[in-house]
C-alpha cells in the first residue's frame, strides 16, 4: 500500500520561530500533497494542496506567508510555520495521493507545541 | 459541491452488535466516496471506499452502501469489537486535485 512520513512527529518551539515539517511518499511518487491542522476533539481542517514544481493552493482563511510550502519533488513536501505561535499548536497532517490518485493515505501527524 | 452532512455526531454501542453512519451529500457529481477511521492521536486510515458505479461494498465486518438517487451512503459494521472505537468521517472529495473535505465525523464507542 501507499505509504506516507512525516518528520518530525513532535516539535516544541518558541514563540517567534519558525519550524518545518516533512511529508514524503515512500513508496509512490505524489504530484499532490495535501496538509491539514486538527485542534483537539475536532475534524481535520484542510489547509493547502502542494503542487509539486508549483505554488500550492491555500483554502480560505490560510495565511500563505505563514504556511509555507515547498513540493520540490514528487516525494517530498515541506510545511514550514513561519514565526510561530501558542494558537498555531496543532496536530499536522499530510496526505497524498497512491495510484489513481483519488484515495489519499495519510502520514502519521506531527505534533505542534509553541511555547 | 463541499456540502456533506453525517449522522449521528456520537454512536454508543454494545461489543457484538452493529452500527451505521450515514452520510448524505450534495453533488450529484461527486463519484468516489471513502470512509476514514481515525483513532485517538493517530493519522486517517482509508478504511473502505466506493465508487457511483457499485451498490455495496464489503470487506469482512465491514460494509459501505451507496444510494445515488437520495444522495447518501453509509457504513455498516458488524460485530462491533472495542477495537473499533474512533471518529469515523465521510469526506467529500472536491476540486481538480481529489481534495478531500472533512465533516465533523462521528465519535463511536464500543462498550465490553
Same mark, same amino acid.
Not at chain 1, 483554502?59 to 494558537?87: C, M, R, W, Y
Not at chain 2, 447518501?72 to 459494521?77: Q, W
Given at each position: ?9 513532535w ?36 489547509m ?5 514544481g ?53 502520514g502519521?501527524g ?6 | 459541491?463541499e ?9 454508543? /454501542?454494545? @461489543?457484538?452488535?452493529?452500527a451505521? *453512519?450515514?452520510? =448524505?451529500?450534495?453533488?450529484? %457529481? ?23 458505479? /457499485?451498490? @455495496?461494498?464489503?470487506?469482512?465486518? *465491514?460494509?459501505? =452502501?451507496?444510494?445515488?438517487? %437520495?444522495?447518501?451512503f ?10 473499533d ?7 467529500e ?12 465525523? =462521528?465519535r ?5
Amino acid at each position: 500500500g501507499a505509504v506516507v512520513s512525516q518528520h518530525p512527529s513532535w516539535v516544541i518551539c518558541k514563540s517567534g520561530t519558525s519550524v518545518k515539517i516533512e511529508c514524503r511518499s515512500l513508496d509512490f511518487q505524489a504530484t499532490t500533497m495535501f496538509w491539514y491542522r486538527q485542534f483537539p476533539k475536532q475534524s481535520l481542517m484542510l489547509m493547502a494542496t502542494s503542487n509539486e514544481g508549483s505554488k500550492a493552493t491555500y483554502e480560505q482563511g490560510v495565511e500563505k506567508d505563514k504556511f509555507l510550502i515547498n513540493h520540490a519533488s514528487l516525494t517530498l513536501s515541506t510545511l514550514t510555520v513561519t514565526s510561530a505561535h501558542p494558537e498555531d499548536s496543532s496536530f499536522y497532517i499530510c496526505s497524498g495521493g497512491g495510484a489513481g490518485g483519488e484515495t489519499q493515505y495519510f502520514g502519521p501527524g506531527t505534533r505542534l507545541l509553541v511555547l | 459541491g463541499e456540502n456533506v452532512e453525517q449522522h449521528p455526531s456520537t454512536l454508543s /454501542v454494545q @461489543e457484538g452488535d452493529s452500527a451505521v *453512519i450515514k452520510c =448524505t451529500y450534495s453533488d450529484s %457529481a461527486s463519484n468516489y466516496f471513502p470512509w476514514y477511521k481515525q483513532e485517538l492521536g493517530k493519522r486517517p486510515q482509508l478504511i473502505i471506499d466506493i465508487r457511483s458505479n /457499485v451498490g @455495496e461494498k464489503k470487506d469482512q465486518r *465491514i460494509a459501505v =452502501t451507496l444510494n445515488k438517487t %437520495a444522495k447518501h451512503f453509509s457504513l455498516h459494521i458488524t460485530e462491533t469489537q472495542p477495537e473499533d472505537s474512533a471518529v469515523y468521517f465521510c469526506p467529500e472529495g472536491s476540486g481538480g486535485y481529489n481534495k478531500l473535505i472533512f465533516g465533523a465525523g =462521528t465519535r463511536l464507542a464500543v462498550h465490553p
